[in-house]
């Protein structure tokens, strides 16, 4: 692999990687000077056998400072990765289709989220201790289904999660469903004048860097 194919692969996967997980704010189109925006309540993140595809769908709402009313409706967001294909380093952006778009039906999205909500405390987690040696719980998973992510709030709380999906467990079929059930009611819009905001520049060779501090204060 060539240094220019190698820039390639390093540049679609980092911002292949920040796309799927998307913006942390999400920017109407303006009105005059100013533009309201939007910040994601959830997030499900699909991550299929040996990542042959990457998906996500999020839920943005208005949260837009020192405003009472006219508020944005909410929006969905859905991002799709063919990952394996930026592996080889041939492309210069990811293989990544992102679809924005407005609620078919706000009561159906309102249901889903208040679902999760209500159920959270069921997540599953198998508990090891101290992990001395890469220690691992053994648990049963669906081979041919994705692991999941979930990201969701509240605006006081807040709950990240991350799992195989496991057998027999109704909360991970639940965020399989959910993540379908909302896909459905994306309804396309043109996304001209949108614009999405990261905390990292995606337009540079490296948009993520690392940084290691040696406890010495005032070192930079």
Partial sequence: MDDITQ?????CLAVGW???HGPRALFSPPKGDESDWLEPQLCITLRWP???RIESIIVYVDNTMNKEDKFLPPMLRH???RYPDDLLGAHTWPSIVVRL???KNQATVHASLTNLEQRISHLSYSPI???LKRDVPNVAVVPHLPEYSLSL???VQSVEHSSCFLVDDSMSSMIYDSFNALTAELSDIDPHGWQERYDRNLTTEFPATSWDWDYHVGQH
């Fill in 129 to 131: 201790g101290l992990s």
């Fill in 101 to 103: 778009g407005s609620l």
């Fill in 18 to 20: 920040e796309l799927i």
């Fill in 50 to 52: 040996n990542y042959e």
């Fill in 7 to 11: 820039v390639n692969r390093r540049r």
């Fill in 153 to 155: 709030r509240n605006g």
């Fill in 79 to 81: 991002a799709v990765w």
